[in-house]
């Protein structure tokens, strides 16, 4: 059962456009949601994430929007960059007492020049 | 900077030998992880640690076995290597019980022939 889903295996964006990653999940335990970015042959590097007392962060670029009654949150990045051509990770972390994170399967953005 | 450390970046061995991957931590986190990343699978949890000498099954522990004698270290053991166990293998690491953001090192790509 999956509790951790990013329907879109892949995006492709014009450089310069906005690219918007989305992830919807189904455990109401969840309380706190991180994206990774991951390039080939690298570990995931953290890059943004929110509580779910808020609903909206912003890093710069990076935004990320929290819809707690849809269970669905996005991360917009504008704007788009070629570097930012990686697999992007949703992750959940279920209540403050838990170690672990429960991730998505990732989407691959292809920012093209 | 926190760093996450792996003893190989490539490995090749043969079916039914005894795998070993090390992993080391530099920042005194108390929890480490270890994950395995497949195409379209994402990443899915193998074992946890939360205190030394301490180990928890994650959703995939079969055919795997851990071992974290000291805080900084955390070793992934494949007992008799086979060939669905072919694998990007991901260590990580985070601090307390909050189980906010993980930091991942750079991958070991096993390859079982």
């Known amino acids: 059962d999956q509790q951790v889903k990013q329907n879109s295996p892949s995006l492709s964006v014009q450089e310069g456009r906005i690219s918007i990653l989305n992830c919807d999940y189904t455990?109401?335990?969840?309380?706190?949601f991180l994206w990774y970015k991951k390039y080939p042959a690298e570990g995931p590097t953290f890059l943004i994430s929110i509580s779910s007392i808020k609903d909206k962060n912003e890093d710069g670029r990076f935004t990320v929007f929290l819809n707690k009654s849809a269970k669905h949150l996005s991360l917009h990045i504008v704007p788009s960059q070629p570097g930012d051509s990686a697999v992007y990770f949703c992750?959940?972390?279920?209540?403050?007492?838990?170690?672990?994170?429960?991730f998505g399967k990732g989407t691959k953005l292809s920012v093209i020049p | 900077d926190v760093k996450v450390t792996q003893s190989s970046r490539y490995l090749v061995k043969r079916t039914g030998e005894k795998v070993f991957l090390e992993c080391v931590q530099d920042m005194d986190h108390e929890n480490m992880f270890w994950y395995r990343q497949d195409p379209g699978l994402g990443l899915r949890l193998i074992y946890f640690s939360y205190d030394v000498k301490m180990k928890e099954k994650g959703d995939i522990p079969e055919g795997y076995s851990v071992s974290r004698e000291k805080k900084e270290r955390f070793s992934l053991i494949l007992e008799s290597a086979s060939t669905n166990q072919t694998s990007m293998y991901l260590c990580?690491?985070?601090w307390g019980t909050g189980g906010y953001e993980q930091y991942f090192g750079p991958g070991t790509r096993l390859t079982v022939t």
């Open positions: 455990n109401s335990m969840f309380d706190y």
């Open positions: 992750a959940a972390r279920a209540g403050a007492g838990s170690y672990q994170l429960t």
């Open positions: 990580a690491s985070s």
